[in-house]
């Protein structure tokens, strides 16, 4: 039998989806297989990223030394999402 939340009794609501990612600007280092690139941070951290599915829709081609905006969770900081590409 499941019980019954008291009144009183509140649960603590999760992060919004916002706030669970950070965006940091980096340039690609390493292309690697499967679409993964391997990019610097400009705080210096090697972070092991994927392209977002909009990219991978639109054929945007990320090649080494290109600039681009990760997403990096902040439960997990060694891996990202590359969310755009600047010219």
């Known amino acids: 039998m499941s019980k019954k939340k008291h009144k009183s009794e509140k ?18 280092e390493e292309a690697l297989a499967n679409a993964m690139f391997r990019v ?12 977002c599915g909009k990219m991978r829709i639109r054929n945007i081609r990320v090649l080494p030394e290109d600039k681009v905006l990760v997403g990096v969770k902040i439960y997990d900081l060694s891996k990202g999402r590359i969310k755009f590409r600047y010219k």
Request: charged share 25%.
């Open 11 to 28: 649960s603590i609501p999760a992060p919004a989806k916002d706030e669970q990612e950070v965006d940091v600007q980096g340039v690609v």
């Open 40 to 51: 610097r941070l400009e705080n210096g951290a090697l972070v092991l990223c994927t392209i």
